[in-house]
Every structure is written in C-alpha cells, then in structure tokens.
C-alpha cells in the first residue's frame, strides 16, 4: 500500500473539490497502548453506561462498544486547530470569537474560543457577550458581525467563512439565536470515530489500605469548633467541635475524611476488544453544497471550498499524529500508517494519499493565499468579546457553588 500511495498535493486536492468525488476517507487499526487484551475504559453516558451496540463486520454481527464519539472527536480536532493558531511561530491562521472571563469578581479566570464553545460561533456565550461597535458596546448578536448569522445558511455561507470557517466544517445549528429552531444549520462535513470490536465487558475493582490501619471503632470524627493554622478542620474531642454535635454526640466515619480502609469493592467496568478502528470522512459532497455568493461576478466557491476541505483534512492530521490518548486507561496506539483514500469514481478501487502534518499545514496555506486574491472574500482575525455583567455574574455564582460543595465534601 506505501508503494500505491503518493503525497496529496494541492492540486490533487482543487481537483477532487471540483470533480464528483464523494469523500476523503481515513480508516486506521489501534491496540491499547499495554498490547492486544489489555482492557479499555469507554466514556460512560447516562447512569454509568457505556455505548454498546452489534454492527456487521464482514457479513457478521460483531458486538463493538464506541471509545471516542463524533462529537468528541469534533472537539479534539477543534483543539488540535487552535494549537496550531496559537503556537510560536504560528502554523496557521483563523478567526476566532474570543469571550475572555477575567473580571475580579471571580474565582477563576478563563477564555472561551469559537474553537471551544460547545456550539461554536452560534454558542449562547457569545449570544450574551458584548463587543465594541462604532465606539460603543452592544450585544454581539445586534452587531454588524453578529447578524451575519441570522442570514446564514448553506447557500450563503459568505459572511460565516470570513467569521468561523470551522463552522463550515464541524457543523451548526444556531438553536439560540432570534429565530430559535430556525437559525442557521450547516451539516457537518467531517465526521469521526473510533470504535471498539469484538467488546466483551469486564470487571474493575477499588479498594484503599490505610498504612495507620485506622478502624471504623475509633470513631466518631466531628467538625471542629474553631478553625485554626494548628489543628486539623475535625476532631475527636466534644470539648473542641461545635455546639450541635457535641450535643448530639454525632460524627463521621474515619473513612470520610480519607482515614481508615476502603471494603474492596467489584463492579462491571472497562472491555478487552480485538482492535479500534477510528473511521474518519470528509464530505466533498457536503462542502460542494455550500455557496459564497459575493458581490462581484467572480467564481469564488471553488476557492472558498477548497480552504475548507483543507481546513477539515489539516484538523483530522493534526489530530492523529498526536495519538489518541483518549483517557484514563484508554490510550491506543496505531497498527499502521495513516493513508487517505479519495473516493473518487463508483465501481472503482479509491487512490491512495499520504498526508502528514506539515504537508496538511502547507495544503491549507495555500488554499486560504488563493481564496484571499478573490475581493470582499471575508476572513476575521481574532473578534474580541466582554462578557455581560449579568454573564459574569452566573458565572461567579456558580463557581462559588462549586467551592462550597468541594469544601462540604472534603470536610
């Protein structure tokens, strides 16, 4: 196969755009990283459970269990993107919607990117955030930029190339705008898994042993009266805690202050698979159904199209060649080469590509040069919002919250 494959260039990649292939695809074989049977700890989803279902593998049922999902996968190449905008030197350039949460106020200090948000440019962060206009503050939503989404959709993605191409890319639905269910949505043009076969699920244990062999007896532990520098916040004497449980003669168990064994305990947990496979597809059919219409008669969509099928092959590169630790004993390590097949012509074998970062990295710079010689083609820098006071304000209750119950559970 290394033989058959050659390095996708730009041409390779304006041409497929302009023709009627349906898909770039990438389909690559992982182990875990401890070897094959080591166990692998899937995402849990509602009440603990893991994504478990039957596919057909060859003609044969096959029970497989998801290890890294769509939309996670979306978010990783997210991420990889805006690594490569922000490193020294930077490797590329895209807009990006910036909400920096830096208001004394609170008890830590964040940003929020269009490459973070959960939905991108159309996210209600950005909704109730300000930005400076004409010299005075409004709702980025009212803006001129803003408003650009209320127009948007697949034949006049213009405005949303220049604003979040990504969005183009990952999809959309601007479910929080002023039309509600009705805003803007742009499928996604790249989609990504990895999955786990043959998945038979297992067993996994937890259990402590105090090295001070505290026992469950030497109890009860109360809440200390007065807090100080010099003593733990509990104690063992009623003369030192509080007034109502003194009276009461209530406390806790050691263990609930991290003293004492833990009863092991065996639960169901984690899988042994054959092998992962991650999948990855980007649409050319998808991105040929957007439009950038423009004021000038000039043939702009080939251009604008090819920056984001460029765009979605350098996420997915970027995001493989950094591994696919996926979590806490769930990192895979890849059996083969990276290739990707062009679906080009139906009842014919794909051509075979290799692309690997820096040649991801350049294919998109090229493409984005080029669109960027079309006049009133749009392309943002970075588009700097303020938060509403009231935003600020939810914010800074909600991490007081949270402290509060870290310090109810640690007492």
Not at 257 to 285: E, R
Request: net charge neutral; proline share 6%; with cysteine.
């Amino acid at each position: 196969m290394t033989d058959e494959a050659k390095v996708l260039t730009f041409d390779d990649l304006k041409q497929a755009v302009a023709g009627h292939a349906a898909a770039f695809r990438c389909v690559t074989e992982y182990q875990p990283a401890g070897g094959p049977g080591d166990k692998v700890f899937p995402p849990t989803y509602e009440g603990g459970k893991y994504a478990i279902e039957t596919r057909y593998i060859d003609g044969a049922p096959v029970p497989c269990v998801l290890l890294d999902s769509v939309q996670s996968q979306a978010n990783r190449m997210e991420l990889a993107l805006l690594d490569a905008v922000r490193a020294t030197p930077k490797r590329i350039s895209l807009p990006l919607v910036e909400a920096k949460f830096e208001d004394e106020k609170l008890l830590k200090k964040f940003t929020v990117t269009s490459l973070e948000a959960p939905h991108r440019i159309a996210d209600a962060i950005f909704r109730d955030s300000l930005i400076e206009e004409n010299g005075r503050s409004v709702m980025f939503r009212k803006s001129e930029k803003g408003k650009i989404l209320d127009n948007a959709d697949v034949r006049n993605a213009t405005g949303l190339f220049g604003l979040c191409p990504t969005a183009l890319v990952f999809g959309i639905w601007d479910s929080t705008g002023p039309r509600g269910g009705l805003g803007a949505k742009i499928q996604r043009a790249i989609v990504s898994e990895i999955v786990g076969f043959h998945a038979q699920p297992g067993n996994k244990t937890s259990s402590r042993i105090d090295p001070l062999q505290i026992k469950l007896g030497a109890g009860p532990v109360l809440d200390r009266a007065v807090k100080d520098d010099r003593s733990p916040d509990w104690s063992i004497s009623l003369e030192t805690t509080t007034e109502k449980a003194a009276k009461k003669k209530e406390g806790k168990r050691p263990s609930e202050i991290n003293h004492g064994n833990v009863t092991p305990t065996i639960t169901d947990g984690g899988f042994t698979i054959s092998k992962a496979v991650q999948t990855t597809v980007l649409s050319l059919a998808a991105i040929r159904r957007l439009r950038f219409p423009i004021p000038e008669k000039v043939d702009v969509d080939l251009k604008a199209r090819t920056v984001i099928a460029a765009l979605g092959l350098l996420g997915a590169v970027l995001t493989r060649e950094e591994g696919a630790d996926l979590r806490s004993r769930c990192q895979l390590v890849s059996t083969q080469e990276f290739f990707w097949e062009l679906l080009a012509t139906p009842g014919q074998a794909p051509l075979k590509y290799k692309l690997d970062a820096a040649t991801a990295v350049s294919l998109f710079n090229k493409a984005f040069a080029e669109a960027k010689t079309t006049p009133k083609l749009p392309w943002e820098d970075t588009i700097a919002l303020t938060p509403h006071p009231d935003l600020i304000e939810l914010v800074k209750r909600s991490q007081e919250l949270e402290a509060s119950s870290v310090a109810e559970e640690g007492q």
